[in-house]
């Protein structure tokens, strides 16, 4: 076949722009494949926004949240670091003056002993502690990468793809609620299972709980457990003089609880 | 404009363009999408597997469904399947792979029960030196259903 330089600078430039028109098509195929399989969970983040309360007074110490959380999310477990913990404290007199003694041997996780004599303890309880997800999250402001943010739902999250791990925000957390997770090389924190949450399941410690000091719910649902709760008893969050804005709730919180 | 101001400008115009160009391929390109954070992240944090199933999927008539009606009507019913047996969404999705034995031993048992000082006064405890001649709790009590309270 004789082809003359128009001809074959014609059929060239068609082939280039079939190729390119082709390549843009199946691109944008794809894309849409991808946006549907997002989708299909049905998860609007515009409808929920959620919340969680600690009732200190039936909390019994057995550590089962603090374990199912490193189960469920994958915390290592020879090494001290956790995102949801139990404190014990145990107020005993010395004197005229009073004693606290916080601990949490292991977070929690392999259960408490009685290391003090029952009959010189005043006053006794656990807490549970978890990440507050803040609405002013100092932990979000002092990210120099946007590498955590606050999602629309109300969850503080990290992104584990783009932390590069310098630590900021473990510091400027006023709870200790985040630390440095080894494995990955970033930081981490509670997620409040975000995994689970968007699929219409409860945070890994809240089921774990056996005697459900640990509640989970919608704030923006008016009929939820969580609200009833916050309408009917007497609540305080952990250091509210910070401004922070703690989502998490406390039902039966001491003065000692820090 | 002189000449040397132009050159400038076009040298400060070329600066300006590689920085957009190299900045187009350094930030991915969900950034920003819902604030400032990489939007895929999101998405990423939500896909993350499953380990607890939760009590209702063990349930179903060809499953569980006895044990099930047994427990759920006993006190341990706040008590959910896997804060015992542990995380089971492997066996729900393939029946074939088992999750580990729950435990059954004293002391496991007395991570709730054994008497703690800190633990609410009407929470039900034991003296493990007192109680049960350090039998193991299920030789005589059925966790499913226990026999007090």
């Known amino acids: ?258 | 404009m002189q000449p040397h101001l132009k050159r400038a400008f076009i040298i400060l115009i070329l600066v300006i363009i590689g920085f957009l160009f190299v900045r187009s391929f350094i930030v991915p390109g969900s950034f920003g999408q819902y604030g400032w954070y990489r939007g895929d992240s999101v998405a990423e944090l939500r896909e993350l597997p499953v380990g607890y199933a939760g009590s209702a999927s063990c349930s179903d008539v060809n499953c569980h469904n006895s044990v099930y009606t047994i427990w759920v009507n006993s006190s341990h019913k706040t008590v959910n399947c896997e804060t015992c047996h542990g995380p089971s969404q492997n066996h729900v999705t393939d029946t074939r792979t088992m999750p580990t034995p729950a435990n059954d031993t004293r002391e496991f048992c007395g991570m709730c029960h054994f008497k703690r000082t800190a633990r609410p006064a009407d929470f039900p405890q034991i003296d493990p030196d007192t109680h049960g001649e350090n039998l193991q709790c299920t030789y005589c009590h059925n966790p499913h259903k226990p026999w007090f309270l």
């Not at chain 1, 060239?12 to 894309?31: D, Q």
């Not at chain 1, 997620?191 to 919608?218: E, N």
């Open chain 1, 1 to 258: 076949m004789e082809l003359s330089r128009r001809e074959f600078t014609k059929f060239g430039c068609k082939i280039i722009i079939g190729a390119a028109a082709g390549t843009t098509l199946i691109e944008s195929i794809a894309t849409i494949d991808a946006q549907e399989a997002t989708s299909s969970k049905n998860y609007d983040w515009t409808k929920h926004y959620w919340g969680y309360i600690v009732d200190t007074s039936k909390c019994i110490g057995c550590g089962r949240c603090a374990n199912a959380c490193k189960l469920e999310n994958h915390v290592p477990f020879d090494e001290p670091v956790y995102r949801t913990w139990v404190e014990r404290y145990r107020i005993t007199n010395e004197g005229r003056e009073e004693k606290v003694t916080i601990d949490s041997p292991n977070g929690g996780i392999d259960g408490f002993t009685d290391d003090i004599p029952a009959d010189e303890v005043k006053k006794a309880f656990y807490v549970p502690k978890i990440c507050n997800h803040c609405e002013n999250p100092p932990c979000v402001q002092v990210c120099p990468v946007g590498a955590t943010y606050e999602t629309e739902d109300g969850v503080v999250l990290v992104d584990y793809n783009y932390c590069i791990g310098c630590r900021y925000c473990i510091q400027g957390c006023p709870y200790g609620a985040r630390y440095f997770n080894t494995e990955k090389g970033t930081a981490d924190k509670c997620t409040w299972c975000y995994h689970r949450i968007t699929k219409g399941l409860l945070p890994a410690c809240v089921q774990a709980c056996p005697v459900g000091a640990r509640k989970f719910g919608d704030l923006k649902d008016p009929e939820s457990e969580i609200n009833k709760i916050l309408d009917k008893e007497r609540i305080n969050v952990l250091k509210p003089d910070l401004g922070t804005k703690p989502k998490v709730y406390y039902v039966g919180l001491d003065r000692e609880v820090r």
